[in-house]
Every structure is written in C-alpha cells, then in structure tokens.
C-alpha cells in the first residue's frame, strides 16, 4: 500500500484510479470505522470502481498509516483528509465514513464544503460519546496497550457485528481477516485511537454547515450507534435521507455489502445524475461543486 506525505505524516492509502474510458469520473474516498483500515470497504470498491476513482485512507496508527506521536483527534484526522484530497487533486469528492470515518465526514461537510461533491455516513454520531462508555473505551485502550486484542476479542465483536452476522459461516473468513490485521498494527497506535474516539469532541451545533448532500446509514440493529442517533443526524443536517440497513450491527458494510452497496450507488448516481444537468443547463461545472439541494 502506498504512503503519502500529507499534513506532516506519512499516510496510507489505495487508489483505484480512473476507471477506463472515464478520466473524468468523480471520485469516492472512504474513511473507515475504529479498529479497521480501508479494506472495510473492499466490497462496495469492487462494485463502484468502474463508474468511480476509489480511494482509501487509513487513519493514523490504523490500517498500513504508522502510528504517529500525536493527532488522532478528529480535528487533525479532517485536516489530514484534506491534505490527501489535495496532494492526489481529487475534489470534489464523494465521501464515505464509517463510525469514526463519519466523524470525521461530518467535520469534512460543515467545515470544508468545496472539498465534497456530497456526503455520506454510516453508524456514526454527532454527539460525543457518553460518559460511561467513554471510561470503557479508556479502559479497552490501556489493556489494549498492555496484552494486545486478544483479551478484547469477546467483548468488542458484539459491538462491532450483530447477531446475524455473528451467527453465520460467512462470518469467520471475516473476523479472522480483521483479527490478522489489527494484530499487525502498533499498539501504540491503537491505544491512542481508541482514546481520540472515546474523547471526540461533539459537532451537532455545526450540522446546519453542512450544504452538501447527504446520506445517512445506519443498521437496523447497531448498538454504539443506534438509529436514533442517525434520526438525530437526518432532523439536523439539510438536504439529508436516511436509509437503515436491515441484519446489520456497526460494521454494516461487510455484514450487508450488498445492500450498503445498493444504497450508496443510488444515491451517488442521484447526486451526479442532478450535477450533470445543472452543468448542462450552465454549460459549465466551474463553480457547481456538489451545488444541488
């Protein structure tokens, strides 16, 4: 996996490129959910990419991104997206997040607008997390830190897969891929992103920023994040929908890649389908940007 130096560290990331025949495609860049790296999204990239460029960043300490001193606040992680956007000359993007990919999106959307052609979270929240479980996500940190995943295993994936997913054969290939590559990655690193979610500061009073088209996912029974929260989102964030993904926990996009996929290609080809005949009405796409409500 490739490294870029942006915002003075060094990221990992994939890139697709353009599919053949479309130089022009617009591109999908996706964020992914705490404990993961961008491979989470292998299945809906497999799909997309032949209408779409498909983009992946790890997160700092995450994935292949090296652990890193400081900056696993979102704050930072939103300006490192930005440096990646431009260092690769990808605006305006689509952009996906997960959990703490949405986190991350919804800073993304209310704070550097120009940068998205539109939104979309999955299993995320605006608000900060609650006090109980942010002392536990400390404490899962520092065991973490101290004896690796294994001790966590039993505990986090019944929050990370529901039940049916859990309870299925197509599960284990999965969980083991998941396992394997956490185990790779520094704990040092994963400490830190683990305390940066369990202190993520709330960003519900910038939600009216954000101008560009969103949609919001959620599984039906997901429990860190639970549709009430994504309801939360929708009533907050204009020019939102909400789409809730049956048999699926956290981790929706590999417990229901197709219907995940499903809602996303809709709604990515509503969005271009709308840009396209606002630059054929104007001629131009200069000065569109996302520009549809």
Known sequence: MPLLQANGVSLAYTD?????????????????????????????????????????VDWRGQGETPATADGYDMDTLCDDVEALIRKLDLAPVHFVGLSMGGFVGLRLGARRDPLLRSLTVLNTTA?????????????FAWIYQLLGPAPLRQQVLPTLFGPDFLNSRRSAPVIEEWSARLSRCSRTGIRKAILA???????????????????????????????????????????????????????????????????????????????GDLAATHGSLDGIGHGIH
């Open 127 to 139: 608000d900060g997390e609650p006090r109980n479980v942010a002392r536990k996500y400390t404490l």
């Open 16 to 56: 697709t490129g353009a599919p053949p025949g479309r130089p022009d495609a617009p591109t999908i860049l996706f964020g992914h959910g705490l404990l993961f790296g961008g491979w989470m999204f292998r299945p809906q990239i497999d799909a997309l990419r032949h209408r779409y460029r498909c983009v992946t």
């Open 197 to 275: 979610v369990a202190d993520h500061a709330p960003i519900g009073d910038e939600l009216a920023d954000i101008e560009a088209p969103t949609l919001v996912i959620v599984g039906a029974d997901d429990l860190a994040t639970p549709r009430s929260e994504a309801e939360r989102l929708v009533a907050r964030i204009d020019h939102s929908t909400l789409q809730v993904v049956p048999a699926a926990a956290h981790t929706s996009t590999l417990e229901q890649p197709h219907l995940v996929t499903a809602c996303l290609e809709s709604f990515l080809h509503s969005v271009d389908d709308e840009i």
